[in-house]
């Protein structure tokens, strides 16, 4: 059975507090009875947990992180970033997945509140009303990741979307593509799907093209996402010259779906996707995508919300990190026949 504060205390003889001032160093303790502790705390190899330990202090020291998921790379490498400041700065991180469920979000939200988190990160593609209003009413320092929030008042960091998905058709357009097929992504009005999409549909109209419902598909974000949208696309009729994914998961899914239909990529149909995950590099061919850094965001959140925690004035409200196209295997110039 695993050992607790409070048989610290009873195997000591004295109160859990008194063994909580041993642990934090006070020096309100006499050498008597911090001996008699200490050789507790060593005969047993106690290790207190750091939550239980900084509850007592009433100073946590602790960052919640709320995340729908955490099974790819962008995740990773936010969450990284986010642990390499708050440690930096003395903070524990402890992650929750919401799986993209309001009442899990609201759950984990209430969670860590209950923790006395000093801050929480959110990384959401939309924020709904109900969370949103607990944020606010909380007074929790708080970050969003994710998306362009900047219509909240709620201080976030993003990657432009919309900058970046327009940018990304642009490219297809001025090597010959015309006929542009995208695989969006959820559509919620403010999602990072919809963001993507506004870009798109920018793109199309700057080029004077036609923006075809036909030739826009809702999805999920995964590669069996990817495969679904594809084989929709597929079978609706002629192929489009090219494609742009709202991710890197999507476009992997349905260059999967193409090969083994006897498609060829980039000869047939062109590909373009997003995030730039590890993935990209290693299918074949390689995948053209926008590229950002993950960890950035995640360092940026973490190291406004620590200005945050203390207190400190924030030099923006909101904050987008750079991102670039990254052209591979898998886009070739269009030649009508």
């Not at 106690?46 to 962008?74: C, E, M, Q, W, Y």
């Not at 991180?93 to 759950?107: F, K, N, P, R, T």
């Amino acid at each position: 059975m695993k050992m607790t504060i409070k048989d610290v205390a009873r195997m000591a003889n004295v109160s859990i507090s008194t063994v909580s001032r041993v642990i934090n160093n006070s020096q309100t303790v006499n050498s008597e009875i911090r001996k008699r502790v200490q050789d507790v705390l060593e005969a047993t190899q106690f290790r207190p947990n750091a939550i239980a330990r900084t509850l007592v202090k009433n100073d946590t020291s602790l960052i919640g992180v709320l995340l729908p998921a955490i099974k790819n790379n962008v995740f990773d490498d936010m969450v990284e970033g986010i642990n390499q400041v708050a440690h930096l700065y003395g903070f524990d991180v402890i992650i929750a997945l919401s799986g993209g469920d309001e009442d899990s979000e609201i759950h984990y939200y209430n969670m860590f509140r209950e923790m006395q988190a000093s801050g929480i990160i959110i990384s959401v593609s939309e924020i709904r009303d109900a969370l949103f209003a607990l944020i606010e009413a909380a007074g929790i320092p708080c970050i969003l990741v994710g998306r362009d929030f900047r219509d909240q008042s709620i201080p976030s960091v993003h990657v432009d979307n919309i900058t970046a998905a327009f940018e990304a058709v642009t490219y297809l357009i001025q090597q010959g593509h015309q006929d542009i097929a995208m695989l969006q992504g959820p559509t919620g009005d403010i999602s990072v799907g919809n963001q993507r999409f506004l870009g798109y549909e920018q793109a199309l109209k700057t080029a004077h093209l036609p923006v075809r419902a036909e030739r826009v598909l809702e999805s999920g974000f995964s590669v069996e996402d990817g495969i679904t949208s594809m084989r929709k696309l597929y079978h609706s009729g002629p192929l489009p010259s090219a494609v742009f994914c709202a991710t890197d998961r999507i476009a992997i899914g349905a260059m999967n779906f193409l090969a083994e239909n006897g498609v060829k990529v980039p000869e047939q149909v062109s590909f373009l996707g997003f995030d730039d995950i590890d993935m990209a590099t290693i299918i074949r061919p390689k995948l053209s995508t926008v590229r950002y850094s993950a960890s950035e965001l995640g360092m940026v959140a973490a190291r406004n919300l620590i200005k945050l925690i203390r207190g400190e004035e924030l030099a923006a409200v909101h904050w987008s990190i750079s991102h670039q196209l990254e052209i591979r295997d898998s886009i070739t110039k269009h030649r009508v026949s």
